[in-house]
T-cell receptor, first 117, second 111 residues
Framework: NAGVMQNPRHLVRRRGQEARLRCSPM?????VYWYRQLPEEGLKFMVY????????ESGMPKERFSAEFPKEGPSILRIQQVVRGDSAAYFCASSLRPGQTHTGELFFGEGSRLTVL | DAKTTQPTSMDCAEGRAANLPCNHSTISGNEYVYWYRQIHSQGPQYIIH???NNETNEMASLIITEDRKSSTLILPHATLRDTAVYYCIVGFLTSGSRLTFGEGTQLTVNP
């Protein structure tokens, strides 16, 4: 059973370009979470999605950032017009529906490291 | 989500037990205690969780005090590969909620 898959693992963008990060959850998981980790800092929650629904986006910056989890395909975190401060590791996690067998523990991918030049 | 307090860093000798404490005095009755760890630059890894009873799995043991205001993660025979930041998180994943990571404890296992 493959784990959470994130790609690309490393992404370099120039200021003003767009970054798209993809996350395929574990098989059978219908809940996806995105976290950001700035250099030398802790993990900060960004957004929580179910298929075709954004459940909690309280951690998303107000502008330039968006996320989706379509009915088919991976979840996408999109950053428009990137700036140097967006350089960070972006981690995706997935879980079963809370209440199903497990009590909501998260399984993380290896992250996508964005560098903005 | 209830707040947790952990020491910033700890050291442990290889082969010895590592005992990582966590205070969560404001935990509510239906909140779980979760432990994750993050080995340098890797994705966080789930370790264990519990509600009231002590728990053990292949990775660690979790001891929760009777009043549930604190807990201890025990790695029975620490290895160099256990060097990581360990996060104690309190919460309950219902629809619409998520886990909040704090600063964690940097555990360094020394040879």
């Amino acid at each position: 059973n493959a784990g959470v898959m994130q790609n690309p693992r490393h992404l370099v963008r120039r200021r003003g370009q767009e970054a798209r990060l993809r996350c395929s959850p574990m098989k059978g998981h219908s809940h996806v979470y995105w976290y950001r980790q700035l250099p030398e800092e802790g993990l900060k929650f960004m957004v929580y999605l179910q298929k075709e629904n954004i459940i909690d986006e309280s951690g998303m910056p107000k502008e330039r950032f968006s996320a989706e989890f379509p009915k088919e395909g991976p979840s996408i975190l999109r950053i428009q017009q990137v700036v140097r401060g967006d350089s960070a590791a972006y981690f995706c996690a997935s879980s079963l529906r809370p209440g199903q067998t497990h009590t909501g523990e998260l399984f993380f991918g290896e992250g996508s490291r964005l560098t903005v030049l | 989500d209830a707040k947790t307090t952990q020491p910033t860093s700890m050291d442990c000798a290889e082969g010895r037990a590592a005992n990582l404490p966590c205070n969560h005095s404001t935990i509510s009755g239906n909140e779980y205690v979760y432990w994750y760890r993050q080995i340098h630059s890797q994705g966080p890894q789930y370790i264990i969780h519990g509600l009231k009873n002590n728990e053990t799995n292949e990775m660690a043991s979790l001891i929760i005090t009777e009043d549930r205001k604190s807990s201890t993660l025990i790695l029975p025979h620490a290895t160099l590969r256990d060097t990581a930041v360990y996060y104690c998180i309190v919460g309950f994943l219902t629809s619409g909620s998520r886990l909040t990571f704090g600063e964690g404890t940097q555990l360094t296992v020394n040879p």
